[in-house]
Each structure stands twice: as structure tokens, then as C-alpha cells.
């Protein structure tokens, strides 16, 4: 088992930055590849961005493509997602999931555990 625990959400104006947290702890982080999603009110969960478990290598959404950056710190068990330039569209809850595929990307059924989400809202 794993367990996720996002932090880092809250209300921010629109063209600031946030840095959103996942941290996990049960098994062995390093293991797993690690996705964002979000989801926007009326909406369905759409994938944001996703990090490798073996060579960090990083995959992001179009619509969030230069303005968002995943790491992760595998000495903390936490993953990362900083986000640059917010729009008003970014506001949603973000969720953070763990996979045990190397690459699992957008791919929802390949994520074996998901965080509570936090909401990230973006004001004008």
C-alpha cells in the first residue's frame, strides 16, 4: 500500500505560482512513476503531467505544457508540481497518483493509488 498526501493548494491570482507537494510513504517510492491530474468543477479528470520512476523523464498535458514542471525527490518520497503563469482554467482540485508501470503517463487505469486532491484556485 501507499499512501499519497498533497499539500500546497490554495487561492492564487492569476499569473502567479504555485508548487503543489505529494508525498508518499508505505512502500518504495522510488519504484513508482507518479502522474498529476486534475479536476475542474462540472468536469472530468484530465491528466497534467507525469514523471518516470527510473530516469525521471517528464510528460505534460498541452494546456499546461512550458508553465508547469513535475520533479520529484526520491530521498523524501515527494513529488513535485510547480506551476508558473496560472490561468483561470488551471483552478481545480489536483490530484497526485502512483503507478507501478515505468511510464503510465495519462493513462488512468495503469495508477494503482491516488492523494485526497487539493484545490488549487486561480483569481482574477
Known amino acids: 500500500q501507499v499512501q499519497l498526501v498533497e499539500t500546497g493548494g490554495g487561492l492564487v491570482q492569476a499569473g502567479g505560482s504555485a508548487r503543489l507537494s505529494c508525498a508518499a510513504s508505505g512502500h518504495t517510492f522510488s519504484l513508482y512513476s507518479m502522474g498529476w491530474f486534475r479536476q475542474a468543477p462540472g468536469k472530468e479528470r484530465e491528466f497534467v503531467a507525469g514523471i518516470s520512476w527510473s530516469d525521471n523523464m517528464t510528460v505534460y498535458a498541452d494546456s499546461v505544457k512550458g508553465r508547469f514542471t513535475t520533479s520529484r525527490d526520491n530521498a523524501k518520497s515527494t513529488v513535485y508540481l510547480r506551476m508558473d503563469s496560472l490561468k483561470l482554467e488551471d483552478t481545480a482540485v489536483y490530484y497526485c497518483?502512483?503507478?507501478?508501470?515505468?511510464?503510465?503517463?495519462?493513462?488512468?487505469?495503469?495508477?494503482?493509488?491516488w492523494g485526497q486532491g487539493t484545490q488549487v484556485t486561480v483569481s482574477s
Open positions: 497518483a502512483a503507478s507501478r508501470y515505468s511510464t503510465a503517463w495519462g493513462s488512468e487505469w495503469k495508477y494503482d493509488y
